[in-house]
């Protein structure tokens, strides 16, 4: 079975941080390169982040130099550190393999920058 569960996010003062975390079945994630993914109010879902399973990552120009994506085999779990946030990242932030399996989003986790 297929599952994602995000934690860890927040309200968040601009200019703050949060550390997202999602563990993953072992299945998928062991074999798959992973991806952190978000969706603003009345906007479409976007890729933020993806990293594989070599470490190689890729970031969207939104947010490099502020966020950093990483991820523990051992322990299944994807992580995205969020810093020098600002209010147009407010979103529902969802990992996922990268590309996404489409039928298998989570619940996310909301993360709301503001003053």
């Known amino acids: 079975q297929v599952q994602f569960v995000e934690s860890g996010g927040g309200l968040v003062q601009p200019g703050g941080s949060l550390r997202l975390s999602c563990v993953a079945s072992l299945s998928i994630f062991r074999t798959s390169t992973m991806g952190w993914y978000r969706q603003a109010p009345g906007k479409q879902r976007e890729l933020v982040s993806t990293i594989m399973r070599s470490s190689f990552t890729n970031y969207a120009d939104s947010v490099k130099g502020r966020f950093t994506i990483s991820r523990d085999n051992a322990k299944n779990t994807v992580y995205l550190q969020m810093n020098s946030l600002r209010p147009e990242d407010t979103a529902v932030y969802y990992c996922?393999?990268?590309?996404?399996?489409?039928?298998?989003w989570g619940q996310g986790t909301q993360v709301t920058v503001s003053s």
């Open positions: 996922n393999t990268g590309p996404p399996l489409s039928a298998y």
